[in-house]
T-cell receptor
Framework: DQQVKQNSPSLSVQEGRISILNCDYTNSMFDYFLWYKKYPAEGPTFLISISSIKDKNEDGRFTVFLNKSAKHLSLHIVPSQPGDSAVYFCAASRSLGNTGKLIFGQGTTLQVKP | NAGVTQTPKFQVLKTGQSMTLQCAQDMNHEYMSWYRQDPGMGLRLIHYSVGAGITDQGEVPNGYNVSRSTTEDFPLRLLSAAPSQTSVYFC?????????????FGPGTRLLVL
């Protein structure tokens, strides 16, 4: 059973526009959520995170929104740049007692066109 | 800091062969994990460790062994390789700060089992 789902395998946006990547989870015990970015032939790199005590976290062009009642989070990239083209993974964890255990979604491939 | 290093980068095995994927980190992180990435499946946790001498199973541990004799190293052993273990393997290390945890990934090992 997939506890973290990214239902859109791919997304294509124009440079300068907003990219919105979505993620849904089923386990209500998750209380910490992360987004990772992955380029081909490289390991994932941490992008931004949010704990369940917040509903929004912003870092420069990247903002993550969390809707706990809907068990949904989204990553907004504004403005999108060609260098943002990569695979984006959302991940979730239970912060207490499960350090090192992240559950990942399937990933969404973002293409930003110049 | 080299961060998280993995060797080899690429390996071809025959069914039934054994091998060890090496992972090392120089950030003095207590927590280390192994993931495999398969198309459409995202990253799935194989094994993880919360400190030297302590390991536990993740989502897909069958066919893999781990040990953690030092803080720095966390090797992953395939005792008898199977074609289903063809995948890209990522090692990660992390630290825990309050409720926030950030995992740092290595560049990956691409494994092909014939």
């Amino acid at each position: 059973d997939q506890q973290v789902k990214q239902n859109s395998p791919s997304l294509s946006v124009q440079e300068g526009r907003i990219s919105i990547l979505n993620c849904d989870y089923t386990n209500s015990m998750f209380d910490y959520f992360l987004w990772y970015k992955k380029y081909p032939a490289e390991g994932p790199t941490f992008l931004i995170s949010i704990s369940s005590i917040k509903d929004k976290n912003e870092d420069g062009r990247f903002t993550v929104f969390l809707n706990k009642s809907a068990k949904h989070l989204s990553l907004h990239i504004v403005p999108s740049q060609p260098g943002d083209s990569a695979v984006y993974f959302c991940a979730a964890s239970r912060s207490l007692g499960n350090t090192g255990k992240l559950i990942f979604g399937q990933g969404t491939t973002l293409q930003v066109k110049p | 800091n080299a961060g998280v290093t993995q060797t080899p980068k690429f390996q071809v095995l025959k069914t039934g062969q054994s091998m060890t994927l090496q992972c090392a980190q120089d950030m003095n992180h207590e927590y280390m994990s192994w993931y495999r990435q398969d198309p459409g499946m995202g990253l799935r946790l194989i094994h993880y460790s919360v400190g030297a001498g302590i390991t536990d199973q993740g989502e897909v541990p069958n066919g893999y062994n781990v040990s953690r004799s030092t803080t720095e190293d966390f090797p992953l052993r395939l005792l008898s390789a199977a074609p289903s273990q063809t995948s890209v393997y990522f090692c990660a290390s992390s630290y825990y700060q309050g409720i926030q945890e950030t995992q740092y990934f290595g560049p990956g090992t691409r494994l092909l089992v014939l």
